[in-house]
């Protein structure tokens, strides 16, 4: 993994517009399917998807709207001209109507990835939750083109959006899949952080109080991921210090040694259980450990009350059933 003190190029670009060239790339595609129809378009059209382009091109932005919206309605199936006025949208931070550019597009090409990768950005600016995370996994599967800096950014809200809806586990593998690919900046730090602490919250959501406890455990967990063990335990020995009395911290502790010191991490459960009761899957890795001692009679009140506490909790089934 790359030093820690290199942020990587896709970072530097979250929270910022995508740039014009990007944009660029990923129509090409859609440039290329139009072409061959462009023999049959009326003269008019023609003249005003020539002007629209040109526009563009030359950063005439209200020209080329106006120029684009024209040229769509005498030819609504132009694919390309909704993919390039959203684009421009995005741009100027109109994303209400750039999420609609997009919604146009995928009338007329469901399967294009980088289309339901823009819609998502521009739900998520629009603070649509739900929808976005669901339209950016959907860009994820269908994939969204070679293009590092989208792939980055829509990584990122992806990570971000599953750390709210709770879906921790999935998204700490978004956040390392992007720190193996050379992202380390501190948003991938505070986004790894708040999938470790088990935080559902966005990054600008999180209170000023732990905004430090977030960047420690991100900062543990990109050490980690780098394989950097004694950097990734002075972070989780501060982390804990700091912040002894925070849910999950001693579990984060806990998880980190589990393979390799499993009496220290049997400790750091139990403390976590002390402060925080019901912590389910603190009670799933006391359980797992005494189960692999051999001590059922003593793991059995924990994997049941796991159980109890999450009965659709696979680990917690799991367990219970050892």
Same mark, same amino acid.
């Given at each position: ?5 290199? !942020? @990587? ?10 740039? !014009? ?14 072409? +061959? /129809?462009?023999? !049959?378009?009326?003269? #008019? ?6 002007? &629209? *382009? ?11 709207? !106006? ?43 469901? #399967? ?14 629009? /603070? *649509?939750?739900?929808? &976005? ?25 992806? &990570?971000? =959006? ?8 999935? &998204?700490?593998?978004?956040?390392? +899949? =992007?720190?193996?690919? +050379?992202?380390?900046?501190? *948003? ?15 990054? @600008? ?18 050490? @980690?991921?780098?394989?950097?063990? #004694? ?10 210090? /700091? ?10 502790? +806990? ?38 001692? @051999? ?28």
């Amino acid at each position: 993994m790359p030093a820690m003190g290199r !942020a @990587s190029a896709a970072f530097a670009l979250i929270g910022l517009l995508l740039t !014009a060239q990007s944009a660029a790339a990923q129509a090409r595609t859609i440039q290329q399917s139009a072409a +061959g /129809k462009r023999a !049959a378009e009326p003269a #008019e059209f023609t003249r005003l998807r020539s002007q &629209a *382009e040109e526009a563009r091109a030359a950063g005439r932005v209200s020209e080329a709207i !106006a120029l684009y919206k024209q040229a769509l309605v005498l030819q609504p199936s132009w694919t390309e001209g909704y993919w390039h006025l959203g684009t421009i949208y995005y741009d100027a931070d109109r994303h209400r109507e750039c999420r609609e550019a997009f919604v146009h597009v995928l009338r007329n090409e469901p #399967e294009h990835g980088a289309a339901w990768g823009f819609r998502g950005l521009c739900e998520f600016k629009l /603070k *649509e939750y739900d929808a &976005a995370l669901e339209h950016l996994s959907r860009a994820d599967q269908l994939g969204v083109g070679d293009d590092p800096d989208f792939v980055a950014v829509l990584g990122y809200h992806r &990570a971000i =959006l599953l750390a709210r809806a709770g879906e921790f586990e999935r &998204a700490f593998e978004v956040d390392a +899949g =992007l720190v193996r690919g +050379g992202n380390t900046g501190p *948003e991938i730090r505070q986004a790894l952080g708040l999938a470790m602490l088990r935080l559902p919250l966005l990054p @600008s959501e999180v209170p000023a109080e732990k905004r430090e406890m977030v960047e420690l455990a991100g900062r543990a967990g990109l050490f @980690s991921l780098g394989m950097m063990k #004694e950097a990734a335990e002075q972070a989780l020995q501060e982390l804990v210090t /700091k912040y002894s009395d925070a849910p999950n911290v001693h579990y984060l502790y +806990g998880v980190y040694f589990a393979r390799e010191r499993p009496a220290e991490a049997l400790e750091q459960f139990k403390i976590e259980l002390a402060r925080s009761p019901g912590h389910v899957l603190a009670q799933v890795q006391i359980a797992q450990e005494l189960i692999t001692q @051999s001590q059922f009679d003593a793991a059995a009140p924990f994997a049941t009350e796991a159980a109890r506490l999450a009965p659709n909790n696979f680990m917690a089934r799991k367990v219970s059933g050892r």
